[in-house]
């Protein structure tokens, strides 16, 4: 998981997925970043680092 700053504040939260991570990882993953109230996206692990919203992605 890849918490936003200020990590109580920010819903947001990222899941990378690598590609030995399973599929129930991910979910169970997703699902307590549910139950913590936070807003999970699933992304892929890449070379490039994507950042969402005000800052700048380098993809």
Same mark, same amino acid.
């Given at each position: 998981?890849?918490?936003?700053?200020?990590?109580?504040?920010?819903?947001? %939260?990222?899941? %990378?997925? !690598?590609?030995?991570?399973?599929? =129930?990882?991910?979910?169970?993953?997703?699902?307590?970043?549910?139950?913590? !109230?936070?807003? =999970? %996206?699933?992304?892929?692990?890449?070379?490039?680092?994507?950042?969402? !919203?005000?800052? %700048?992605?380098?993809?």
């Amino acid at each position: 998981m890849d918490f936003f700053n200020p990590a109580p504040i920010m819903k947001l %939260v990222e899941i %990378v997925a !690598g590609i030995m991570t399973s599929s =129930a990882t991910a979910s169970l993953i997703r699902a307590t970043a549910t139950n913590w !109230g936070k807003l =999970a %996206v699933h992304t892929k692990s890449t070379p490039d680092l994507l950042l969402i !919203g005000s800052r %700048v992605s380098t993809t």
